[in-house]
């Protein structure tokens, strides 16, 4: 069974220049997250998704940051304009519902450096 | 609110040796806990979780967690340690009241040295 799939691994952009990253789940995983881990933290929740729905969005800077899963499967987190401070790695996960319960599975995800 | 620590930064133990990553956390009621194992450059790996029942959780590549509910501790264990296990581990818990909103808090992490 494949993985979660996240691209690109690596991106380099300069400050105020957009940039989006692409999330695959694990096929019948309905429930989608995006986390933010800086470096020698642990990851914390932008936001997560029950199938189109996004029902915790409540981390996400939204002056900033959109994030759309348009069908239910992908999803795109983009940053607009990107500032210093979002230097950071992306990291996508998927589980099969949103009970407490179930396990959320990783993709290897993007690093993002801005200059 | 609930919430997750990882006491220390580092771990370092001589391979054969066993080893323990500890965790505490703080959740109003009975909670989820989860470990994770993070190499370089790699996305977060499931090793273990406690839902219910035993206390004693055992996960993969040997590992194993004891949830004692006194001490609100989840302490990762191995008897034997390998060099192979030098990574990055995190504690996570959720809090299962709020089914429907609860999100999985991450600890900061530990960082686990294993030396030939």
């Known amino acids: 069974e494949a993985g979660v799939v996240q691209s690109p691994r690596y991106k380099i952009i300069e400050k105020k220049q957009p940039v989006a990253f692409w999330c695959n789940p694990i096929s019948g995983h309905n429930t989608l997250y995006w986390y933010l881990q800086n470096l020698g933290q642990g990851p914390e929740l932008l936001i997560r998704?029950?199938?189109?729905?996004?029902?915790?969005d409540s981390q996400l800077p939204k002056d900033r940051f959109s994030a759309e899963r348009l069908k239910g499967v992908d999803s795109t987190l983009k940053i607009q304009p990107a500032e210093l401070g979002d230097s950071a790695v992306y990291l996508c996960a998927s589980s099969s519902d949103r009970r407490s319960t179930d396990t959320q599975y990783f993709g290897p995800g993007t690093r993002l450096t801005v200059l | 609110a609930q919430s997750v620590a990882q006491p220390e930064d580092q771990v370092n133990v001589a391979e054969g040796n066993p080893l323990t990553v500890k965790c505490t956390y703080s959740v109003s009621g009975n909670p989820y806990l989860f470990w994770y194992v993070q190499y370089p450059n790699r996305g977060l790996q499931f090793l273990l979780k406690y839902i219910t029942g035993d206390n004693l959780v055992k996960g993969s590549y040997g590992f194993e967690a004891e949830f004692n509910k006194s001490q609100t501790s989840f302490h990762l264990k191995k008897p034997s340690a390998l060099v192979s296990d030098s990574a990055l581990y995190f504690c996570a818990v959720r809090d299962p009241r709020y089914s429907s909103a609860s999100k999985i808090i991450f600890g900061s992490g530990t960082r686990l040295s294993i030396r030939p």
């Open positions: 998704y029950e199938n189109e729905e996004a029902v915790d």
